[in-house]
């Protein structure tokens, strides 16, 4: 989000907090999260996608709804009106492109009317078929579950969304051979996929609330939310949809209060750090040691003010519609080991790890008779690579999630070494703190860097190696 | 009921995941956000209510916000255990 788009936004909310009496609080985010979907999206090189994108995101989250109800649901009037004025959104969107005075909303001219009345129609087929044959059934919501993991490696893998990027291009009339990785910018996927993964496993293990398509699509592409996190869970988000809200003093006051420290730290202290943090071209500029820890440790503020000052809007936004997300950052770096550091480091996104894949492994191999050092190690590396490959499937996001992996485990078998031992002193803990912020700072040098001969290059500096 | 199970979850916490025989927690201490309980011993705990009194305790229930002291484990344990 740009600084313009986040006043709009809080504009709206404040202009809107004194008409919820005339108006539906939840009607209303639900239409400004549609249209937002289109609005925040960047463009794209391949023809339409900047529009086609945002539609297939409402779309999947409608169709997700459909495959989740349960199977003696009735669809009502409200559900009906949800979905037409998603298709009817779209089209007027779509339709916006005639009208030069109102175009446009989207990134660049939405495409012609033919070509958006084809994917509504695709999408509404596809979510009534889906509604008629595989509502609420295991292999459906399996396969649900499958496919999103299946586009999340096709997005996040460079070969393989310049491989989708050429068949995008081909079908769009392109030249093919122009295809590159950052082609398909689908703009907060990864964010909604991990929505997506969460209902339909809650549905497959019979946790999940009921809640109407109008406030799942909410839920699943809620403007604040949408494009870095934090990542809600839905039985703590529909419930707010619910209770009654004014925005009063005090609310006003917690949302503003949130606002100012989340745009300082993102536009002042993260930007300003921007200028000589750690980065592909400065890192082979730098041969001192001591320079090279400055860039570093810049680096390691910038990408926490970046990402803690975002959480802050995000949250300060939600406030003033009246939704508290979840935190997502808690002091991180005053922590004194690596394991409370990810209980404090985008604690959302570990939090859905361990949901849906830690404790299930954990609790599966815990039942086998495999000793407990090797269940934590294979436990914590796996999962630690994979939060690693989440943010890309590249080797360095693979080393960086090793390494904190590594630390973890580490970790965990020092405290078994030392909880029965009590010869073993306790570290001070401000050395434990510094050591926990040099251990995780390190992993940084493997995050901001690409190419492994410039990451080792930069190991090397920092201990004065071979510089 | 619930003072029972308090009592049996703090033997199990303090003598097989803290290895502390001497300490006793207070019932309604953080145990998940202090830093007290890690992710692998909250698995742990799980299974030992699932195996003690039968009560599931699912997945993505393990964290601080379903539960945090032995107090809130045992009223969860007792509604489980019920059902």
Known sequence: ?467 | MKDEIVTQLNQYITTQILKRTDKTLNPNEPLISGGLIDSFSLVDLALFAEQTWGARIDDTELNAQTFDSLNQLAELIEVRKAN
Not at chain 1, 49 to 67: N, R
Not at chain 1, 75 to 95: C, E, H
Not at chain 1, 148 to 166: C, M, N, T
Request: contains cysteine; aromatic residues 14%.
């Open chain 1, 1 to 467: 989000m740009s600084l313009t788009q986040i006043f709009i936004f809080a504009a709206l909310g404040l202009l809107a907090g004194r008409f919820y009496k005339v108006f539906s609080r939840n009607w209303l985010l639900f239409v400004a999260s549609a249209l937002a979907v289109f609005w925040l999206q960047p463009a794209s090189p391949v023809r339409n996608l900047f529009f086609i994108l945002p539609a297939v995101s409402l779309g999947l989250a409608a169709v997700v709804w459909a495959l989740t109800v349960p199977a003696d649901y009735a669809l009502n009037k409200q559900d009906a009106s949800a979905a037409g004025s998603l298709a009817g959104l779209v089209l007027l969107l779509s339709a916006s492109r005639y009208f030069d005075p109102v175009c446009c909303l989207t990134a660049s001219r939405p495409p012609q009317m033919e070509i958006t009345l084809l994917v509504v129609a695709v999408l509404a087929v596809f979510g009534f078929l889906v509604y008629r044959l595989g509502r609420g059934r295991a292999a459906f919501l399996n396969f649900g579950i499958l496919l999103i993991i299946a586009i999340l490696i096709v997005l996040k893998s460079p070969s393989l969304a310049e491989w989708a990027g050429r068949g995008i291009r081909g079908l769009s009339g392109q030249d093919a051979s122009l295809a590159s990785s950052i082609d398909i910018g689908w703009l907060g996927f990864s964010y909604i996929a991990f929505r997506l993964i969460h209902v339909l496993r809650d549905r497959l293990a019979g946790r999940l609330p009921q809640v109407s398509l109008r406030d799942f699509v909410t839920y699943i592409v809620f403007f604040p939310a949408l494009t870095a996190g934090p990542i809600e869970r839905i039985e703590r988000f529909a419930p707010q949809l619910q209770s009654e809200f004014h925005l009063d003093g005090n609310r006003l006051l917690g949302a503003g209060r949130r606002l100012v420290v989340g745009l300082f730290m993102k536009f002042v202290l993260a930007d300003g750090l921007a200028f000589f943090a750690l980065n592909p071209t400065n890192a082979q500029q730098v041969d001192s040691t001591g320079w090279m820890w400055v860039l570093l440790v810049a680096y390691a503020f910038r990408i926490f003010f970046d990402f803690a000052g975002y959480t802050h809007i995000a949250i300060g936004l939600g406030l003033l519609f009246g939704i508290l997300l979840p935190e997502n950052f808690d002091r991180p770096y005053t922590k004194p080991n690596i394991t409370a550091f990810w209980n404090s480091w985008h604690i959302t996104l570990a939090q859905w790890f361990r949901s849906y894949y830690f404790n299930p492994l954990t609790r599966g191999l815990r039942t086998g008779n495999m000793p407990p050092w090797l269940i934590v190690m294979l436990a914590q590396l796996s999962t630690m690579a994979l939060i690693g490959l989440w943010h890309g499937i590249t080797w360095n996001f693979l080393v960086w999630g090793l390494w904190h992996g590594v630390g973890l485990f580490v970790h965990n078998q020092w405290l078994q070494l030392t909880k029965s031992r009590s010869a073993f002193a306790a570290v001070p803990s401000q050395v434990s703190t510094l050591l926990t912020f040099g251990y995780v700072s390190l992993g940084w040098v493997w995050f901001a860097l690409p190419e492994p001969d410039n990451a080792m290059r930069v190991l090397r500096t920092l201990f004065g190696v071979g510089a």
